[in-house]
């Protein structure tokens, strides 16, 4: 069996991505980078990308192409504390929609390496070098 059958099929996904916008929503650094006019949109996104992901019907690839999470997500400011916020979010969600404690821990396992993967600005890194050294 497949990670999504195992889980519930849809129907977690579904739980999964319905709390992880509940905290989104409300949370002033992450909000803005959503679509203000089409959450509905956003959720159904994100639906059928983890369904998919995780051995479910292949619907995502099929409305929006490959998935490209990091062009993707481009361009948008994730810094270390956008990252941080958004992982959050998520472990409340997984907590809240609660997989069974082996794929509950793959899940995280994987949000943490996707959220990490997103980051695109860093300001431990400058882009200038020190004046003198």
């Not at 889980?7 to 002033?28: K, S």
């Not at 899940?107 to 003198?132: E, G, K």
Request: overall charge negative.
């Amino acid at each position: 069996m497949t990670f999504y059958e195992q889980v519930g099929g849809r129907a977690f996904f579904e739980r999964l991505v319905d709390a992880f916008y509940e905290g989104v929503w409300t949370d002033e650094l992450l909000r803005p980078m959503y679509p203000q006019d089409d959450y509905d949109g956003a959720k159904e996104r994100l639906t059928g990308f983890l369904e998919q992901y995780w051995g479910g019907p292949g619907t995502y690839s099929q409305e929006r192409g490959h998935p490209r999470l990091r062009m993707r997500h481009a361009p948008f400011p994730i810094g270390p504390e956008a990252r941080d916020r958004w992982l959050h979010h998520m472990r409340a969600a997984v907590d809240v929609a609660g997989p069974p404690p082996l794929l509950r821990e793959e899940l995280l396992d994987y949000l943490d390496r996707a959220a990490h993967a997103m980051v695109n600005r860093n300001p431990a890194f400058r882009a200038d070098p020190p004046a003198t050294l």
